[in-house]
């Protein structure tokens, strides 16, 4: 990539951080209006469900392929595609004429959001060789994911309370065309200099697993979960799971590369980003519909009432960037698991008449969270990892990141689905399950921060590290001396 000036290297970064506001907020910014969506379209709870999962499903199931995808055939060239697919599936959603329509859209959004999100980062980390600018780019550009998740709510209210719920796609639509024209003009074209290899096996038994649970889960409201459907979904994924477990290790270049779990360190970063974003998840699926079904608030009140996270995250998300750097990911962690589990213990105590403040408190204890959580879990997903898996590592935390949202809402509808239909006292009861399971979470995210930051699991980190740079210089001498040989030393490696 040829050097560029200052100024279009600042442009390239507006860029990309533009395609992570509209895709990560798309997220969060649903929820506020999922009532006026119910009524209009007549949707069920399940397909209330289906809105947010069939995006952040999408997202998970498909980030690492896009990854590879853009290495290969061009980051700008898979980049504009990206934004091309974003935009029209905003539009589509706009005009859904019905539910089913509506969730089609939001699968055609997230097929884009797949191609944005890893993509974006690459671009990004490409643009900017110097080591420190390039890790105050990448700085700038995380921030925007929190952020954005953090706010969507409260501009999904204002655009849903104004225009109507279909503005909520319809906003994204000129931002994706700016994009678009800039990207074009402005975003120089880089590949990776060895793509990895696609590995179309991986990638369908993947979606087995993921569809195959979050599935079975949301249609149990609908189906219950005596029924074979429900039954067998499960079972599906659990023989789709072991067949990825076996399949995966015996690949030169796998799509999910099993060795990384090996470091202590990586395999509890992606496990508390699951943990943590299905915690977060359930929370604002039930705490949106709380506040509008139980307490009549409008689309723009609830919006409002969980501006306290947005807030706490924009104020204290660069405090915990700096935390990470002086001091690792321990505290930051810590602090996130119990500032989630002190969240849902609170939100057992918040009755159908409980006072607004008290309310505003409590999301002030999710707003710690969320501003504690994203900075320690990609630090420590790629920390002593090599060169050549660091985009890796990345892109799976981010898978586990999307796929515990989506497990957070799947699991939310299910406890509080078939009470919504039965009044504002029956569906307060209902959600203590969904605060029982979100403090068990958050336990278990202050659980891994304390197992998986000390001296033990860095050492082990280390040995994992020195792992792939030892089997990586055997697939480079393997190489060299002839491709028969190379693959054979390869075995399961990269």
Do not use: K
């Not at 040829?2 to 533009?18: D, N, T, Y």
């Not at 191609?115 to 980062?121: E, F, H, S």
């Not at 497990?407 to 029982?436: D, H, K, N």
Request: one cysteine or more.
């Amino acid at each position: 990539m040829p050097e560029l000036s200052r100024g279009r290297r600042l442009l390239v970064l507006a860029v990309c951080c533009a395609s992570i506001v509209v895709v990560v907020m798309d997220i969060s910014i649903v929820n506020v209006a999922l009532p006026q969506i119910r009524d209009d379209l007549g949707a069920s709870e399940t397909g209330l469900q289906w809105t947010i999962d069939a995006y952040t499903l999408v997202l998970a199931s498909f980030l690492v392929l896009a990854g590879s995808a853009a290495d290969r055939f061009g980051r700008r060239r898979v980049f504009r595609a990206g934004l091309a697919a974003f935009g029209l599936g905003s539009l589509l959603c706009g005009l859904a004429p019905g539910i089913g329509w509506l969730i089609a859209a939001r699968a055609l959004q997230a097929a884009g959001g797949t191609m944005l999100n890893p993509v974006a980062m690459a671009i990004v980390a490409a643009t900017f060789p110097e080591p420190a600018e390039r890790a105050r780019a990448i700085g700038v550009f995380g921030s925007m994911s929190g952020l954005s998740l953090a706010l969507g709510p409260v501009l999904g209210g204002l655009l849903a309370d104004g225009p109507g719920w279909r503005a909520v796609f319809w906003v994204n639509v000129p931002i994706v065309a700016a994009a678009l024209v800039c990207a074009t003009r402005f975003v120089p074209e880089s590949r990776a200099p060895r793509a990895r290899r696609f590995d179309p096996v991986g990638q369908v038994l993947v979606v087995l697993v993921l569809g195959g649970l979050v599935c079975a889960i949301v249609e149990s409201g609908a189906l219950g979960w005596t029924s074979p459907v429900v039954l067998g979904l499960p079972v599906l994924a659990a023989a789709a799971l072991l067949a990825l477990l076996g399949y995966e290790p015996r690949r030169a270049e796998p799509l999910l590369d099993l060795r990384l779990f090996r470091s202590l360190p990586f395999a509890g970063a992606v496990l508390a980003a699951l943990f943590a974003l299905c915690g977060f998840g359930a929370f604002l699926f039930v705490t949106t519909l709380f506040l509008q079904d139980v307490r009549g608030l409008s689309a723009l009140g609830a919006g409002l009432c969980l501006l306290p996270v947005g807030a706490l995250t924009l104020v204290l998300s660069p405090v915990t960037g700096r935390v990470v750097a002086a001091r690792g990911p321990r505290l930051p962690l810590v602090t996130a698991g119990a500032a989630l589990a002190l969240g849902g213990l609170a939100s057992l105590g918040l009755g159908q008449e409980a006072p607004l403040p008290g309310l505003l408190a409590v999301h002030l204890l999710f707003g710690v969270f969320l501003a504690t959580v994203n900075p320690p879990i990609s630090n420590t997903a790629v920390s002593g990892m090599p060169p050549s898996m660091a985009g890796l590592a990345a892109s799976m935390a981010s898978v586990g990141r999307q796929t515990g949202t989506t497990l957070g809402v799947a699991l939310a509808g299910a406890i509080v689905g078939p009470s919504l239909s039965r009044g504002g006292a029956a569906f307060t009861e209902a959600e203590r399950g969904v605060w029982w399971l979100v403090a068990a979470l958050g336990l278990g995210v202050l659980a891994l921060g304390l197992l998986t930051t000390g001296r033990r699991a860095a050492a082990g980190a280390a040995r994992a590290a020195a792992l792939f740079d030892t089997l990586e210089a055997g697939e480079t001498g393997g190489a060299a001396r002839g491709p028969r040989r190379a693959g054979a030393r390869a075995g399961g490696s990269r």
